[in-house]
């Protein structure tokens, strides 16, 4: 359950980078309303995770890692932004060193 929060929490923080992106500089409503809200919830949710007994540095570390990667690889696929391949090794490095961590822990 509380890795559903987590994913929640991704999900949410997600959104609202997406909905800041399509802002304009909050000079659009709608999406300034949505970054607004998404990260509202987004920090809502992970706060939930850390009092469930996730350690801050894991759950921060799989919330920023995976919201790295995943905001880069939807930058790529909505706005037609660039991702070089020293960039994308760069992602897979945060994504192994999150994991290492995880699995480094004591459970």
Not at 7 to 22: G, H, N, P, S, Y
Not at 24 to 30: E, P, Q, Y
Not at 67 to 94: M, N
Request: aromatic letters at 10%; a neutral charge.
């Amino acid at each position: 359950m509380v890795y559903l929060l987590l994913a929640l929490a991704i999900a949410a923080e997600l959104f609202a980078t997406m909905c800041l992106r399509a802002s304009d500089g909050f000079t659009r409503l709608s999406p300034s309303a949505g970054a607004v809200l998404g990260y509202a919830a987004a920090f809502w949710l992970l706060s939930l995770v850390l009092v469930r007994g996730v350690p801050v540095g894991v759950a921060y570390a799989i919330w920023a890692a995976v919201g790295v990667a995943a905001v880069a690889a939807l930058g790529w696929w909505l706005f037609d932004e660039r991702l070089t391949l020293v960039q994308g090794g760069g992602l897979l490095l945060i994504v192994v060193g999150v994991v290492a961590l995880e699995l480094g822990g004591a459970h």
